[in-house]
C-alpha cells in the first residue's frame, strides 16, 4: 500500500470522527431551543433542610462576600451555610463564624473538592438536613434559588443542576469564557433535558439529596473533576438531574489568558482521565443494561473540546489546499460551517453584541492557551491548580 493511500484513508477516519464532533454539537444545539417540561411536584411542597456547602480553597478574597449572601439569601424553610475551610486565613475563618457561617475545616497534603465535601459531610450530623446545595467560593445564587430547588426535589428529582452564569464579562476573555459557560449549557444541559436525558453536573449551583451526595461522594479519590465522576456514578444509578434552565446561580469568570490555561489545563485532565476510565463501561453499561445514559456520558469524553475543535479544523482546512489527498477543501470548509452553526445556535441572543464581536478577535489566542493546556496535562496529578478568584464583580440580572 502505498504512501498516498495510507495517508489518504488516516484523513479521512480524522475527518469522519471530527464531522461526527459537529453532527454531536449541532444536535442538541437544536434541540436545545425546545421548552424543558415544568417541574410539577408529586407531594406537597415543606420547605427542605438545605445545607449550602461552600468548598473554599485559599479564597479569603472572596469567601466572606460569598457567605454573607449566601446567609441572606431568602428561603420559605431552613438553610444553613457551610464553608468547607480549606488554606483560610485564622482571621476569615472568625469572620466567618461571626457572619453566622458554619466552618469545617480541612488540611489536605493534595486538595480536591470531593475530598474536601466528603470531610465536611462525615462531619456534619447525618440527619440534620434533606439538601446539600453545592456553591463555590464565588458564587451567588440568584433570587429564589433555594426555592426552586425545594420544589424539584418535590417534582422527586434527587440531583438537580442549577443554571450557572457569568457574573462578569468586562474583558475579552472573561466573555469569551462567559459565552463558553452558555454554550455549554444550553449542549450539555438544556439539549439532553429536552430529549429526556440528564443534564451535566457543572462542579457548582448543584442540589444532592444529602444523604446520597454523601454515597455519591464515598472513595471520590483525588480526582480534579469530581463533577464529571459524579455525572458517571448518577448515570450508572439511572438517576435522572433536572435542569432548571431560568434559575441562576452567578460564577466569576476568567479574565485573564494564564488563568485561562490553568483551568482548561485541568479541565482537559478531567476528560482524559474518564475517557480512559469509562470508554469501555459505557458500551457494557448500554448492551448489557440498556443505560444510554452512561453511555452518553461515555460518548461524551470523546468529544474534542471547542476551542481545539476550531483550531483542529482550521488548520485541517489550510492543509487541504495544498494536498493531493484526503477530504476536499470543501469537506473542511463544511465542518467549519456546521461548527460556526452549532456555536452561533447555541450562544443566547442577549450575548450577541459589539463587545462580543471585540472580544472574538482574541479567539485565536483562546485557542493557542488550549493547545498549551494539552502538553500541561501531568501538572494535575501534583497540583490542585485551583483557579483564583477576585471579590466585587458587580451583577446584572439575567433577562430571559
Not at 305 to 310: D, I, K, N, Q, Y
Amino acid at each position: 500500500m502505498g504512501f498516498s493511500i495510507i495517508i489518504t484513508y488516516l484523513l479521512d477516519a480524522i475527518g469522519a470522527f471530527l464531522l461526527l464532533n459537529c453532527i454531536y454539537l449541532l444536535f442538541f444545539a437544536l434541540v436545545g431551543h425546545r421548552k424543558l417540561p415544568q417541574l410539577v411536584p408529586t407531594v406537597p411542597i415543606p420547605p427542605r433542610r438545605i445545607c449550602v456547602l461552600i468548598p473554599a480553597y485559599k479564597a479569603d478574597e472572596v469567601i466572606l462576600e460569598t457567605a454573607a449572601l449566601a446567609i441572606a439569601h431568602q428561603y420559605e424553610g431552613v438553610a444553613h451555610v457551610v464553608v468547607v475551610a480549606d488554606g483560610l486565613q485564622p482571621q476569615t475563618l472568625k469572620a466567618l463564624r461571626s457572619e453566622g457561617a458554619g466552618v469545617v475545616e480541612v488540611n489536605f497534603e493534595r486538595s480536591t473538592k470531593g475530598k474536601a465535601l466528603l470531610h465536611a459531610l462525615s462531619v456534619l450530623p447525618s440527619n440534620a438536613f434533606d439538601v446539600a446545595v453545592v456553591l463555590d467560593a464565588d458564587n451567588i445564587m440568584g433570587q429564589g434559588c433555594l426555592n426552586r430547588i425545594n420544589t424539584a426535589f418535590a417534582a422527586g428529582y434527587r440531583v438537580v443542576q442549577a443554571h450557572r452564569t457569568a457574573k462578569n464579562k468586562g474583558t475579552a476573555f472573561a466573555l469569551l469564557d462567559a459565552c463558553n459557560e452558555e454554550i455549554n449549557n444550553h449542549i450539555y444541559r438544556q439539549g439532553p433535558a429536552a430529549i429526556g436525558l440528564s443534564a451535566a453536573l457543572i462542579g457548582s449551583g448543584m442540589a444532592f439529596d444529602y444523604g446520597y451526595l454523601r454515597r455519591l461522594l464515598t472513595g471520590i479519590g483525588e480526582t480534579v473533576g469530581e463533577d464529571k465522576e459524579l455525572d458517571f456514578r448518577i448515570a450508572r444509578d439511572q438517576q435522572k438531574i433536572a435542569y432548571l434552565s431560568d434559575m441562576y446561580v452567578y460564577d466569576e469568570k476568567i479574565e485573564n489568558a494564564q488563568v485561562f490555561t490553568q483551568q482548561r489545563t485541568r479541565w482537559l485532565a478531567s476528560q482524559y482521565e474518564f475517557l480512559k476510565k469509562y470508554a469501555a463501561e459505557g458500551v457494557r453499561q448500554l448492551v448489557r443494561h440498556g443505560n444510554i445514559e452512561f453511555f452518553h456520558k461515555s460518548l461524551q469524553t470523546f468529544l474534542v473540546p471547542r476551542s481545539l475543535l476550531m483550531g483542529i479544523l482550521g488548520v485541517f482546512f489550510l492543509l487541504s489546499l495544498v494536498l493531493p489527498f484526503g477530504p476536499s477543501v470543501a469537506f473542511w470548509a463544511g465542518l467549519l460551517v456546521l461548527l460556526a452553526a452549532a456555536l452561533g445556535i447555541a450562544l443566547p441572543a442577549r450575548l450577541y453584541n459589539r463587545q462580543l464581536l471585540a472580544a472574538l478577535v482574541r479567539l485565536p489566542y483562546a485557542i493557542w492557551c488550549m493547545c498549551l493546556a494539552m502538553f500541561r496535562i501531568n501538572q494535575t496529578k501534583t497540583s490542585f491548580l485551583a483557579t483564583p478568584h477576585r471579590a466585587h464583580h458587580p451583577i446584572v440580572p439575567v433577562k430571559n
